[in-house]
């Protein structure tokens, strides 16, 4: 029989970073993830460990901070895995996304940078001209007053850099097991003593453990927890297009020039990649994309930019992904982080609304959860 001092439920960015959060506490964590490295939503994701400048726009200022602090993380930690990825957004006029209102935000993340200690670690946002962009992106032109540039970061490849976040919390003494689903928690006086596992061969194994943390994404509400906590039920994804990208910066377009929902566009191998689109799933269990859905997401791209040829493209890849909602009726997408002590003693739920803050959400989770460890191995 297996033993641990906590299985992690989950091989996503938030396990994969809680593994690494249990092991520098001092314990001795124990993946379980029931498909490969990254096969939930991290996997499928876009890839962009955001900076937090949308935040600004209604003034979110904790999120803006909390975004850039998860952007130094990572690149303190996995700076082989992340980069600086240009990202442009035509502006226009009479539109929140004006000159003006980017000019704003500007000066409002300098004054930021100055007062929160946090040191600018990419360039500083810029203006480009109406007619730089316009040569540049076949954009709808009326109106259009210039374009917004900035700089996120992007992984390239999220499964290494999964590995390699694994890897590091196996060398403070973490283990992983793939293609291994969790199941019933085993409870005795109100306290978790250990969970029933599945192999992908079929055999059932007990694993011996007095703490399991749920880092399960949207499968979490598979085990107890309060009423109110999110339940799987937005589908969201990303498509990689037979149609190359001009540049090699992404281009955030929306459906009407300067309002809206913003989406991606960006080259990959050759061809454009696209996200991310969200609709409704109440009650899914799996990421199921229709060709409804494609062909949604598709006239949404073609309105945001005319004349490139997208509602002709052929589709190379789809790549879905599930995300909770607040409350669970699939309107709603989770813009909160929680952790939560749903249960039996021993059990926690941390479950992140982004890629981005996984890792400062599980180091919270840590020092939450498990203070007096997180003290002896300090
Ligand atoms: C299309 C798309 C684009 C996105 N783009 C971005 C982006 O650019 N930037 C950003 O910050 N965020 C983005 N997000 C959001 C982000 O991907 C998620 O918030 C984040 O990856 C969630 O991580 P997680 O580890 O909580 O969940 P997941 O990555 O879903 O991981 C949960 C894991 O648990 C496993 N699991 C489930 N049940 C069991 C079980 N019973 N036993 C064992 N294992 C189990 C699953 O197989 C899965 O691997 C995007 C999401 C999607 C879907």
Same mark, same amino acid.
């Given at each position: 029989?297996?033993?641990? %001092? ?44 955001? !900076? ?104 390239? %490849? ?14 403070? !003494?973490?283990?992983?097991?793939? %293609? ?8 005795? %006086?109100?306290? $978790? $003593? ?76 050759? !061809? ?42 052929? $589709? ?63």
């Amino acid at each position: 029989m297996h033993q641990s %001092d906590v299985v992690i439920v989950g091989a996503g960015m938030q396990g994969a970073t809680m593994a690494l959060a249990a092991a520098r506490a001092g314990l001795r964590p124990l993946v379980v993830e029931r498909g490969k490295v990254g096969s939930g939503a991290t996997g499928n994701s876009y890839g962009i460990i955001h !900076g937090g400048l949308r935040y600004l726009q209604s003034l979110s200022v904790g999120r803006w901070r909390r975004s850039r602090q998860a952007q130094a993380w990572f690149l303190d930690n996995y700076p082989d895995h992340v980069r600086p990825l240009a990202c442009a957004m035509p502006l226009y006029r009479h539109t929140l996304r004006s000159p003006m209102a980017f000019r704003a935000a500007s000066a409002i993340e300098s004054c930021l940078y100055r007062g929160t200690g946090l040191s600018r670690r990419l360039p500083r946002l810029q203006l480009l001209g109406a007619e730089e962009i316009a040569r540049a992106y076949p954009l709808p032109r009326r109106d259009l007053a210039g374009a917004a540039l900035w700089h996120d970061l992007v992984a390239d %490849d999220m499964e290494t850099l999964l590995r390699k976040i694994l890897a590091d919390a196996g060398a403070s !003494g973490a283990a992983l097991m793939e %293609d291994t689903e969790a199941g019933e928690l085993i409870v005795a %006086d109100n306290r $978790v $003593v250990g969970l029933n596992v599945t192999h992908a061969d079929g055999s059932m194994e007990e694993i011996a453990t007095p703490r399991v943390a749920i880092c399960a994404g949207s499968w979490s509400s598979r085990w107890p927890q309060e009423p109110q906590a999110a339940t799987a039920a937005t589908l969201a994804f990303n498509l990689v297009l037979e149609i190359p990208f001009p540049g090699d910066a992404a281009l955030a377009v929306s459906e009407t020039p300067g309002k809206g929902r913003s989406y991606f566009l960006r080259p990959l191998e050759g !061809g454009t990649f696209a996200g991310t689109y969200y609709r409704p799933a109440p009650g899914a269990r799996e990421p199921n994309v229709t060709p409804a859905d494609i062909a949604a997401f598709l006239e949404v791209l073609d309105r945001a930019l005319p004349g490139y040829g997208i509602a002709e493209a052929g $589709v190379r890849a789809v790549m879905p992904g599930l995300l909770p909602d607040t409350d669970g009726t699939g309107r709603t997408l989770s813009a909160a982080d929680t952790i939560s002590t749903p249960g039996p003693a021993g059990l926690s739920q941390v479950l992140g609304s982004k890629l981005t803050t996984a890792p400062l959400l599980s180091m919270d989770a840590a020092r939450r959860l498990w203070p007096q460890e997180a003290r002896r191995a300090a």
